[in-house]
């Protein structure tokens, strides 16, 4: 059973940064390897947006960023501590969302297509 588990985040202000990680593990310590990464963002009434992805290739990684937060966010993933990253930079007030990752994970098992973190709040004042 793979588990992801959210932290960072919090209360900021404008242009200021945050990381948010997203820890990838397999409750019985089985190896895993993470293949696509997601974080998506959502406020109340709103539709559930992508912020970034990043999916593993046989000759690397690929990203994408949406339009919104591209050039202040960056996704990234230490495959070796099984971590994925999103750091926010320069935030703005329009930020202001929770955010979840989500992952594609490989295991000797059934592995996990489309596994959630719990979400983190980030709040940006202007």
């Known amino acids: 059973q793979v588990q992801l588990v959210e932290s960072g985040g919090g209360a900021v202000q404008a242009g200021e940064s945050l990381r948010l990680s997203c820890g990838v593990s397999e409750v019985s310590g089985r190896r895993l390897v993470i293949n696509i990464m997601n974080w998506y963002r959502q406020t109340p009434g709103k539709q559930r947006e992508t912020v970034a992805t990043m999916t593993r290739r046989s000759s690397g990684t690929v990203t994408e960023v949406a339009d919104a937060v591209k050039g202040r966010f960056a996704i990234s993933i230490d495959f070796a501590k099984n971590t994925g990253y999103l750091q926010m930079d320069s935030l703005k007030p329009e930020d202001t969302a929770d955010y979840y990752c989500?992952?594609?994970?490989?295991?000797?098992?059934?592995?996990?297509?489309?596994?959630w973190g719990q979400g983190r709040q980030v709040t940006v004042s202007s």
């Open positions: 989500k992952a594609n994970v490989w295991t000797p098992d059934q592995g996990c297509k489309g596994c």
